[in-house]
């Protein structure tokens, strides 16, 4: 832990309101910075996963490593996803239901998608695939919200092989 001026390695506490605004990555080094709501957004903050109570990984301290945190999108120890992942999940998949231009099954298919897009798996280039092929039915207004949803839990690969960026 930080003592004075003493240096420690390894991963500090996280806080993270409900919608994923990080209100402090460091909580053990500066714990001053903590707050119970975000000012952001108002929702509640947490600092531990909701399902298995464990501490949410924040910033690494590390002499030779710096550099801007993100908030994670699952629990490392239990893999469950943090309820700003969830929520993100469930809005781009809510955007799905209003592209007029997909049947239900695409629409199934791109819900489907959306879920593998925001993990790194195997799956995963398939899923971005067929997820640009059917939000490209859709108008620039809800291909650029989901877009905006889902940026921040989707891999930079995806990133790149989605939206080129």
């Known amino acids: 832990m930080f003592r004075g001026r003493d240096y420690w390695s390894g991963y500090d506490t996280a806080q993270i309101c409900l919608n994923g605004h990080v209100t402090n990555s460091v909580i053990q080094a500066n714990p001053s910075h903590s707050q119970d709501f975000c000012s952001s957004c ?4 947490m ?8 501490p949410i990984r924040g910033h690494y301290h590390h002499r030779r490593v710096n550099g801007p945190y993100q908030a ?9 996803a943090y309820p700003w992942t969830s929520v993100r999940i469930e809005a781009a998949k809510s955007l799905a239901d209003e592209i ?3 049947d239900e099954n695409e629409k199934l298919l791109l819900k489907a998608s959306i879920d593998e897009i925001v993990r790194d ?9 067929r997820f640009k092929k059917f939000a490209a039915k859709g108008s620039k207004e809800i291909v650029s919200a989901m877009r905006d949803i889902l940026i921040d839990v989707v891999s930079e690969t995806v990133k790149k092989a989605i939206w080129g960026g």
């Open 72 to 80: 994670p999108a699952y629990c490392h120890k239990c893999g469950a």
């Open 121 to 129: 798996t195997p799956n995963t280039q398939v899923a971005s695939v």
């Open 47 to 54: 600092t531990q996963c909701s399902s298995c109570n464990e």
């Open 42 to 45: 108002g929702g509640r903050t």
């Open 100 to 102: 007029a231009e997909l």
